[in-house]
Every structure is written in C-alpha cells, then in structure tokens.
C-alpha cells in the first residue's frame, strides 16, 4: 500500500516542481514591487503618525537641507545617519529620492526616542549618535554593534575618559524592525554608564515594550514566583553577561530584566530612573570605571533615590552578591580601580 501511495507522489513533485519555480519567479517581481510600495507607504505612515509607534513627533525638526545631494548622509540635532556601499546595490536604495524619504523618516524616528530616553531616564548625550545602516555588517544581516568611542587618560591624578560620541552599525534588515531599533539605539544611550547587563537589558526591552510596540518579551506575574536560580542560588539575571550568549535562559533573562526595572519605576514614580542616573553623573562614576558596575553599586544608588535600603528586596529576590554599601566603599572601590589603571599604565 505505501509504495502505491508514493508512487503517484512523485510525479506529482515531478511536475509541480517546474510549475513552481516558474511562478516563483513571476511572485518574486511581483513581490519586490509590492515590498517597495508598502516600504514606502510604512514610512509615510511613520513619519505622519509616528503616534503608531508609541513615540511622538519629535520637537526638534528635521531639516532637509542637512542630507547631503546624493542623500549618503544626513544628520539632525542628536544623530548623523550613512549609507553604506553594499546598501547601495539594493533596489530599494539606489535612488537618491528613495535614500532621502528614508532618512527624514529614520531621523524623526530616531529623535522622537531621544525625546523619550530623555524624558524617561534624563539622558541628554552631548556627543552625537551616529548611524551607520549596512546591507551586511560584518558578513551578517542579523547582528547591529554599538561602539563607544572615547579617549581616556590621567588628569590630577585620576584615570578618566571622556566620550567622543556613539557610534552604531545596523544591517538593514535589523534597522526595518521597529523593536530592534528602539532597544538597539537605546544601548547607545545607557552604554556609557557601565551599568550591570541585566539593568541596561532591563532598561532596552521596557523601551522597546512599552514605547516602541516592539516587545517580543512580555512581563511576568510576579518577580519572587518567576524566579530562576543557579545552583549556587544566585538569580540567573545576576551573572548575566550579556546580549553574545545563547543560552535557554535568555529569554527568561530578557523578560525577568524587563520585569524587574519595570517594578521599581512602578513603585518610585516616574523620575526614579533619572535621578539614579543624576546621581551616578554628578559622582563621574561613569568616567571612572572601566568596566561594567557590580550591580551593589547600582542599588546604593536606587536606595538612595528610594528613600529606603533595598538590599534585602534584592536579597529576596536571590541577588547573593549584593551587600550594602556605604558611599566611602564606593570611592575606596573606585580608589582601588585608579591605582589598577595607574599601575598598568607605568
Ligand atoms: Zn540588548
């Protein structure tokens, strides 16, 4: 009975195949029309409503005369946006009309988050951020890079560094996703801090969630119920180290992160972030450290902003290297680091 049955199946494979690359071929061109126009219709809509997208009008205006003629390049108030080379062989961007569109709508987008990053968290980067859109980065079109560049040395004694701007490289095909902007661009943002993975993952996936309406990652119920913990009983977020990893508890991390500075801007209000990060600006820590912050450094700064300690929130919640810190253990900490730097540099 089987050999019956496939029998009959192979001839039809026999001559459906040819039948479908022919049509495969029509669809495509069809296709590639078709994916242009809604391309240019989604960025119509974008620009007109950029409310669809949970991010408002930016208040500063973009200005056309700031693209260049060949529209390679283009930069407003807080971002520079380039073409790459490879970019250029698409039929989507090789006509300067189609790349400038494309740039008064990403630039809007882009400064219509910097609105919100600086309304939510209080950022305000003096140095620009700069965007480089590739068809391929790096021979893949599924990775975008963040890169901080900044020029470091020793003034009255002390190692600091000072950031000369952002700089970001997206494959196209990561650019298009609104939700991986969003999160994306927000590592621009919160990169110069030094801040613990599981605090500036938190932090991308809220604005990627909540502003962007790109979230892949929902909040859980309840902190303490959705909890995961290592064998040696230490949450899994707390010795996240970072985006690289493929691990089956990444998306838990990604959700539990999100979830976590989700809570405490909940329960402190809606400034709770900015003065964390005012607080942590006016201490030059992000100029200091050269390497990301122990997450105990972070809460001596939430419990200040809290009005409370919350070590035993955290402890509860099985961060078992959190202790609390008083503000000498966190220049004695930063002491020790300059001296390290010092050494090394002898
Ligand atoms: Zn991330």
Not at 175 to 193: P, S
Request: hydrophobic share 40%.
């Amino acid at each position: 009975m089987k050999l019956k049955n496939r029998r009959p199946l192979i001839s039809i494979f026999g001559c459906v195949i040819p039948m479908l690359l022919v049509a495969a071929f029509v669809f495509n061109g069809c296709t590639a029309l078709e994916e242009a126009r809604q391309r240019r219709e989604k960025r119509l809509l974008e620009e007109r409503n950029a409310s669809s997208l949970m991010l408002k009008t930016p208040k500063s205006e973009i200005d056309p005369d700031n693209i260049t003629e060949d529209a390679l390049f283009g930069e407003s108030d807080h971002y520079t946006i380039k073409f790459a080379e490879d970019l250029l062989q698409l039929p989507a961007f090789d006509e300067v009309a189609e790349r400038k569109e494309f740039i008064l709508s990403a630039l809007g987008y882009m400064e219509s988050l910097y609105d919100a990053m600086h309304e939510h968290f209080g950022f305000h980067p003096e140095h620009k951020i700069h965007v480089t859109l590739h068809d391929a980065y790096r021979g893949s079109r599924l990775g975008a890079f963040t890169t901080t560049q900044y020029r470091s040395g020793i003034q009255n004694g002390r190692y600091v560094k000072f950031i000369g701007g952002i700089q970001m490289d997206f494959p196209m095909q990561m650019y298009e996703k609104h939700g991986v902007r969003a999160h994306e661009l927000t590592h621009a943002f919160t990169n110069i801090y030094y801040i613990p993975v599981w605090f500036s993952e938190g932090i991308a996936v809220l604005i990627q969630s909540e502003y962007a309406q790109g979230g892949l990652h929902s909040k859980f119920d309840s902190l303490k119920a959705d909890v995961q913990i290592d064998i040696n009983g230490e949450n899994e977020l707390e010795n996240w180290v970072g985006h690289t990893e493929n691990s089956p508890l990444t998306q838990w991390r990604y959700r539990y992160a999100y979830t976590l500075v989700a809570e405490l801007w909940e329960r402190y209000g809606n400034d709770f972030y900015i003065k964390v990060f005012e607080l942590m600006e006016a201490d030059g820590l992000h100029q200091q450290l050269e390497s990301l912050m122990p997450t105990s450094i972070l809460v001596y700064y939430f419990s200040q902003v809290a009005g409370e300690d919350l070590v035993p929130f955290f402890r509860k919640l099985h961060f078992i290297k959190v202790r609390r810190l008083t503000k000498s253990d966190i220049v004695k900490y930063i002491e020790t680091l300059n001296a390290q730097i010092q050494r090394r540099r002898e």
